[in-house]
């Protein structure tokens, strides 16, 4: 069935560290790919999002690409701030109308 | 106001009260949802409304019960909870056309049962 994983946090980095986030799904479509992102207190945002193989989603300095070919659309940064801390959510969009949340990596940024 | 918005942002509540969490979009969507978010615990769809029709009930106990009067509000009415019940509940809508929705959420409304 239609499924995502999601890296496992807490992840801890220094101000200025590149960040990688591994999502992966199955799936028996192509579903659209979201990343979501929830900062302390808040609900859930929409980051940046890729609707077809290939696709680049990016914002605020986070980039992700949707490959078809190992079903993963993995968030990255190049340079993350102290401002970046939160908890992150991948979540594809599956034939059918569910869209279904990774667990959330929660992103701890040190100054 | 603008977006999605969440009255009480907070509650405390014995088991044996009834209480309601309100949402209100302001987006002009069709479609409106709630989430429960536990610690350490993925977010669990619990209803769907689509043009106020419910087209989803994730096996949720009937001490949970949604109404949505009209396409811009949604409630949860709560009775008779149990501690395990504390959590923070999500409230999103979207607009529903075809192909992909990408839904917005409210702040949530942390609840506390003792």
């Known amino acids: 069935g239609d499924s995502v994983t999601q890296m496992e946090g807490p992840v801890t980095l220094s101000e200025e560290a590149f960040l990688t986030i591994n999502c992966t799904y199955t799936?028996?479509?192509?579903?659209?790919l979201f990343w979501y992102v929830q900062y302390p207190g808040e609900g859930l945002q929409l980051l940046l999002k890729?609707?077809?193989?290939?696709d680049k989603g990016s914002n605020k300095g986070f980039e992700a690409t949707y490959r078809k070919e190992t079903t993963s659309f993995h968030l990255e940064k190049g340079s993350v701030q102290v401002s970046d801390s939160a908890v992150y959510f991948c979540?594809?969009?599956?034939?059918?109308?569910?869209?279904?949340f990774g667990q959330g990596t929660e992103l701890s940024v040190k100054p | 106001e603008t977006g999605v918005t969440q009255t009480p942002r907070h509650l405390v509540m014995g088991m044996t009260n009834k209480k309601s969490l309100k949402c209100e979009q302001h987006?002009?969507?069709?479609?409106m949802y709630w989430y429960k978010q536990s610690a350490k615990k993925p977010l669990e769809l619990m209803f769907v409304?689509?043009?106020?029709?419910?087209?989803e009930n994730n096996s949720v106990p009937s001490r949970f019960s949604p109404e949505c009067p009209n396409s811009s509000h949604l409630f949860l009415h709560l009775h008779t909870l149990q501690p395990e019940d504390s959590a923070l509940y999500l409230c999103?809508?979207?607009?529903?056309?075809?192909?992909?929705?990408?839904?917005?959420f409210g702040p949530g409304t942390r609840l506390t049962v003792l």
């Open positions: 890729a609707t077809k193989a290939d």
């Open positions: 409304y689509n043009f106020k029709e419910q087209t």
């Open positions: 979540a594809p969009f599956f034939q059918g109308g569910k869209l279904i």
């Open positions: 987006l002009g969507h069709n479609a």
């Open positions: 999103a809508s979207s607009q529903v056309v075809s192909g992909v929705a990408e839904q917005f």
């Open positions: 799936a028996t479509g192509y579903p659209s």
